[in-house]
C-alpha cells in the first residue's frame, strides 16, 4: 500500500503563486508515475500535469507555460509549482500516484490518490 500526503493549497490573488507537494510513503513500491489533478465545483476531474519515472512530462493545455511539475526521488515527493494563477484555477487538487507494489510473492499496478487540497484564486 501507497500513502499520499498533500500540502500546500490555499487562497491566492489571480497572477499569484502556489507550490503544492504531495509526499508518498509505504512499503515495497516503486512509482511508474505522479501527477496532479483537479475537480471543479459541477466539472468533472481532470489531468494537470503528469511525470513519469521516466522523466516524460504532460501539461494540461491551459497551464502549460504556468504550471511545473517536478520530484523529489529521495523523498517520493512531487511538486506543483503554479505561477500566474488564474480565477478559473480554482478547484480542488488531487495528488495521484501510479505504483508497482511488490507482494511476498507477486506485485501489482495500482493507482493511488491524495486526500485533496483546496485551491482558490480570487480575481
Known amino acids: 500500500q501507497v500513502q499520499l500526503v498533500e500540502s500546500g493549497g490555499g487562497l491566492v490573488q489571480a497572477g499569484g503563486s502556489l507550490r503544492l507537494s504531495c509526499g508518498a510513503s509505504?512499503?515495497?513500491?516503486?512509482?511508474?508515475?505522479m501527477g496532479w489533478y483537479r475537480q471543479a465545483p459541477g466539472k468533472q476531474r481532470e489531468l494537470v500535469a503528469r511525470?513519469?519515472?521516466?522523466?516524460?512530462?504532460f501539461y494540461e493545455d491551459s497551464v502549460r507555460g504556468r504550471f511545473t511539475i517536478s520530484r523529489d526521488n529521495t523523498k517520493n515527493t512531487v511538486y506543483l509549482q503554479m505561477n500566474s494563477l488564474k480565477p478559473e484555477d480554482t478547484a480542488v487538487y488531487y495528488c495521484?500516484?501510479?505504483?508497482?507494489?511488490?507482494?511476498?510473492?507477486?506485485?501489482?499496478?495500482?493507482?493511488?490518490w491524495g486526500q485533496g487540497t483546496q485551491v482558490t484564486v480570487s480575481s
Open positions: 511525470l513519469t519515472s521516466g522523466g516524460s512530462t
Open positions: 509505504g512499503s515495497d513500491f516503486s512509482i511508474n508515475a
Open positions: 495521484n500516484v501510479n505504483a508497482q507494489v511488490k507482494t511476498p510473492r507477486s506485485w501489482y499496478i495500482s493507482d493511488y
